[in-house]
């Protein structure tokens, strides 16, 4: 992976840390209670992150298919990209 420069929006991400496992699934199964529970964790986070709008971008640029990312889980950005498509056709 690529050294992070300290200014990049990465650096300044809320989610970095030891909180960071809120915004991916566990390895093992997860309910749907306990999804809904840690994607709530998550977003809390993103709501109170300065680059949430970086983030969000970023992933939508590379499709990144797993966790919270900018607020939004896996299928709220396959929406937004869908909808990104219709628009562009």
Known sequence: MAALVDD???HKAACRGPQATVFFPPPRFERK???LKREAKARNIC???SVIGDCLSYALEIREPHGIWGGKNEAERRQMLLLLEVEAS
Request: aromatic share 12%.
């Open 8 to 10: 990049s929006w990465e």
């Open 33 to 35: 209670s306990e999804k």
């Open 47 to 49: 709501s109170q992150c």
